[in-house]
């Protein structure tokens, strides 16, 4: 009996005693193994994320060089908007030195005064504009400024409250060195006299045959001026007093001006069209985005969203102040002027906000055979592969021509080979793994976390 238990304590002590190398055998780590992931079939996205601010597509001064009367300095006699409010077309904003400033409907800045007898594209568009708020230019063809853009003129102003500045000698302001037509009229009445004595009963037997001749030519010559008199007179648009915008309703951003101050440079800022989403990219970012992309719009602080296209990306960095520095020492910058087109007008509440912009730089047509980007690797043979790991454990290299990339992933193409869904591919390989086991993308190195992959 005692000789029973000392054998069995004999065999329990011997089950705690280990060699020295099987013990650290049972200590070292695993035997490492490969990481795979698998093939799959998915819509990859890369994305740009950046900010942008939301502001009207079109963004003017309100800065008429207007001509004080007699010589003095122009002064801002009323304000007729308040800053943050909507205005329309034909609505006078401001006046100033007793002469209305007002915006009409057109992309053509203003650069000359308008006068009977012009032509040209802003003729066409100040006509446009008037027709738009209801006064006709009659029989003027598009472009003329004759007497039905006259007429026209000539309402307008009078809907507004102002009698337009004239231009040719006629009553009122512009009449300076007399007037053309009155003069023209006159010379046109010694014309028609002199042809009456002329072919009277009392001068009849004293006038010649030349006489009569030059006395008719006088006349008609009288008459021409006349006609080409009155077509450069009447009612004109002086450029110190109207300025186009792209859309209405419009809106003042910023009025600087004050009743019985001086005009200033900036008197008043104001905003038209749809609002727009104006970013910047970085350098590195710039080559992944181009006009048409889609874009995600968010509001971080009301939460609202919306989607847009990339309008443009500017060609080249936009100069920026350096810091500390005046604004006349702009120097190139480092971000690309990015904007963005809404799909659908966005609230107005979102005017000034700061926004965030993701762009999807770039997206699959549909779905597409996708593998970790960990997985493709490029030999020395300039061929890029991926290593399928087959059910049996050997090893497929398989050439592919990589697609779109994101999220992690890369789309890829066999070549020359076949690549399934659902089939493994080597990421990764831990350290000390055995010969042949780099045929990943990451050689011999380390295993990164990678979706999906197994050992």
Do not use: C
């Not at 963004?59 to 004080?68: E, G, H, L, R």
């Amino acid at each position: 009996m005692g000789a029973f238990a000392l054998s069995g304590a004999g065999l329990w002590g011997a089950s705690l005693v280990q060699s020295p190398a099987q013990a650290a055998a049972e200590a070292a780590p695993p035997v490492p193994d490969v990481l795979t992931a698998p093939v799959e079939r998915r819509i990859v996205s890369d994305t740009v994320v950046t900010r942008g601010t939301v502001s009207a597509s079109q963004t003017v001064d309100i800065a008429p060089a207007a001509s004080a009367a007699e010589g003095g300095k122009p002064v801002v006699t009323k304000l007729l908007v308040q800053a943050g409010k909507t205005f329309k077309a034909g609505q006078v904003l401001m006046e100033i030195s007793g002469r209305p400033v007002f915006v009409l409907t057109g992309t053509l800045p203003v650069y000359r005064d308008l006068k009977p007898g012009a032509h040209g594209e802003d003729v066409r568009q100040l006509q446009k504009a008037l027709a738009g708020l209801g006064h006709s230019t009659g029989g003027d063809r598009k472009g003329v400024y004759g007497p039905g853009t006259k007429a026209a003129v000539a309402a307008f102003y009078a809907s507004v409250g102002y009698d337009p500045v004239l231009v040719g000698g006629e009553s009122g302001p512009g009449g300076e060195g007399g007037d053309p037509v009155e003069a023209a009229r006159d010379q046109v009445k010694a014309a028609e006299r002199a042809l009456a004595r002329l072919t009277s009963g009392k001068a009849e037997g004293e006038a010649s045959g030349d006489d009569l001749k030059y006395a008719r030519e006088d006349l008609a010559e009288a008459r021409k001026k006349l006609t080409d008199a009155e077509a450069v007179s009447g009612p004109m648009v002086p450029a110190s007093e109207v300025a186009y915008l792209s859309g209405f309703p419009a809106r003042v951003d910023v009025v600087n001006a004050k009743v019985g101050g001086d005009v200033g440079e900036k008197p008043m800022t104001v905003s038209a069209g749809r609002l727009v989403v104006k970013g910047s990219l970085a350098a590195h970012e710039k080559g992944l985005v181009r006009a048409g992309q889609k874009v995600r719009i968010l509001s971080e602080t009301t939460g609202q969203e919306a989607t847009g296209v990339v309008a443009s990306v500017s060609e080249e960095p936009a100069a920026a102040a350096p810091e500390g520095g005046p604004a006349g020492d702009a120097v190139q910058g480092q971000g690309y002027t990015l904007e963005v087109r809404p799909d659908k007008d966005l609230p107005a509440t979102l005017a000034g906000q700061d926004v965030r912009l993701t762009v999807e730089a770039a997206t699959s047509v549909g779905k597409v055979l996708v593998v970790p980007v960990s997985a493709v690797s490029a030999g020395a043979d300039s061929r890029t592969t991926v290593t399928v790991l087959q059910n049996d454990g050997a090893r497929r290299r398989v050439e592919v021509r990589p697609g779109t990339s994101g999220d992690g992933y890369v789309q890829v193409t066999p070549v020359g080979g076949t690549l399934s869904e659902q089939e493994r591919v080597i990421v990764g390989v831990g350290a000390g793994a055995g010969a042949g086991a780099g045929d990943g993308g990451l050689g011999a190195g380390g295993a990164p976390e990678v979706p999906g992959a197994q050992r």
